[in-house]
């Protein structure tokens, strides 16, 4: 397997089955993608190749608008690869490729670069300026230039299509469980543990403070969750809380903070990542410190519940 940042200095691919798109979240859609793509390649003795895009294209094509990736490159191309797609080519998405035409795109990219056997892509795939391509264009060109394309059709979760804004729609909304059934895995995020005001150890419940790794990456709606968190490789059950403290502070800003259960340990500097399990509440404001240590037990028993983890 090989990784290549740019479409420079390719190796000469043959018999390629390429795979094209963002694959921000590598959902079940997109694994399905990838899983035809795989066979296909087997299939034929060819190669099988994704191409994707970085930054998101809709950060260049849209700039005024907010997006929040799913999965920080890093994320991506692990999940890919254990699809067991040989090849992953990232090409930059600045102004300049933006710029070229459906024609040029396919023609003097794609064609050039890829030497494809077989175009796999999802529903409703649109390339060059303008989005002005569709299957139809790339359909046609194929006829032209001896190279097949399929498309698959979206794939669906009680009839709703499974897509990357989906999954986000419901991270933002805390519904964690909804877009862990259209990812195929629990919603995750990584983050360096930094120094805090320390207030958890005060009430009896240490927690580490976490600065995600990535800016882009989308934070999920504030509130209280059980977490899984993987630590140096090991897993701990934990709760997660996403807010303002309004309880201990006035400012805005919104703080990371997740307590280990069964954990005592200095880990500043460590670099956990965590899995969101379920929304366990909303975020309030108690009238004193005790009845939030209170609310924190009530917690701590509803996401050892939802965890299946014994005190």
């Given at each position: 397997?090989?990784?290549?940042?740019?479409?420079?200095?390719?190796?000469?691919?043959?018999?390629?089955?390429?795979?094209?798109?963002?694959f921000d979240g590598v959902h079940i859609g997109h694994r399905a993608i990838l899983k035809e793509v795989?066979?296909?390649?087997?299939?034929?003795?060819?190669?099988?190749?994704?191409?994707?895009?970085?930054?998101?294209?809709?950060?260049?094509?849209?700039?005024?608008?907010?997006?929040?990736?799913?999965?920080?490159?890093?994320?991506?191309?692990?999940?890919?690869?254990?699809?067991?797609?040989?090849?992953?080519?990232?090409?930059?998405?600045?102004?300049?490729?933006?710029?070229?035409?459906?024609?040029?795109?396919?023609?003097?990219?794609?064609?050039?670069?890829?030497?494809?056997?077989?175009?796999?892509?999802?529903?409703?795939?649109?390339?060059?300026?303008?989005?002005?391509?569709?299957?139809?264009?790339?359909?046609?060109?194929?006829?032209?230039?001896?190279?097949?394309?399929?498309?698959?059709?979206?794939?669906?979760?009680?009839?709703?299509?499974?897509?990357?804004?989906?999954?986000?729609?419901?991270?933002?909304?805390?519904?964690?469980?909804e877009a862990q059934a259209m990812l195929g895995r629990p919603y995750s995020l990584k983050g360096r543990v930094i120094h805090g005001q320390k207030?958890?150890?005060?009430?009896?419940?240490?927690?580490?403070?976490?600065?995600?790794?990535?800016?882009?990456?989308?934070?999920?709606?504030?509130?209280?969750?059980?977490?899984?968190?993987?630590?140096?490789?090991?897993?701990?059950?934990?709760?997660?809380?996403?807010?303002?403290?309004?309880?201990?502070?006035?400012?805005?800003?919104?703080?990371?903070?997740?307590?280990?259960?069964?954990?005592?340990?200095?880990?500043?500097?460590?670099?956990?990542?965590?899995?969101?399990?379920?929304?366990?509440?909303?975020?309030?404001?108690?009238?004193?410190?005790?009845?939030?240590?209170?609310?924190?037990?009530?917690?701590?028993?509803?996401?050892?519940?939802?965890?299946?983890?014994?005190?």
């Open positions: 397997m090989a990784i290549f940042t740019s479409s420079d200095h390719l190796p000469e691919f043959e018999n390629t089955v390429l795979t094209i798109g963002s795989v066979s296909k390649a087997r299939e034929i003795g060819g190669q099988s190749v994704l191409l994707t895009f970085e930054p998101h294209p809709r950060k260049l094509i849209f700039p005024t608008q907010t997006l929040n990736v799913l999965t920080p490159l890093d994320t991506k191309l692990q999940l890919i690869t254990a699809a067991g797609i040989e090849h992953i080519v990232v090409q930059p998405f600045d102004h300049e490729f933006s710029s070229l035409s459906a024609e040029d795109y396919v023609l003097n990219f794609l064609v050039k670069n890829f030497n494809p056997h077989t175009v796999i892509i999802g529903y409703d795939h649109h390339f060059g300026h303008d989005r002005k391509g569709n299957i139809d264009v790339l359909k046609s060109y194929g006829t032209l230039h001896n190279f097949r394309v399929e498309e698959l059709s979206a794939r669906l979760i009680d009839d709703a299509a499974v897509s990357s804004t989906k999954v986000r729609t419901a991270i933002r909304q805390g519904k964690v469980n207030l958890g150890r005060k009430l009896g419940y240490p927690t580490a403070n976490i600065k995600p790794g990535n800016d882009d990456q989308l934070i999920p709606a504030i509130g209280i969750y059980a977490v899984k968190v993987n630590l140096d490789g090991q897993f701990f059950g934990g709760m997660m809380s996403i807010g303002k403290r309004p309880t201990v502070s006035e400012d805005e800003q919104i703080h990371l903070e997740v307590n280990l259960f069964d954990f005592d340990k200095d880990i500043y500097g460590h670099l956990p990542e965590i899995e969101f399990i379920d929304y366990l509440r909303d975020e309030l404001k108690f009238e004193n410190l005790e009845d939030l240590k209170k609310q924190i037990a009530d917690d701590e028993h509803a996401a050892r519940s939802v965890l299946k983890l014994n005190r």
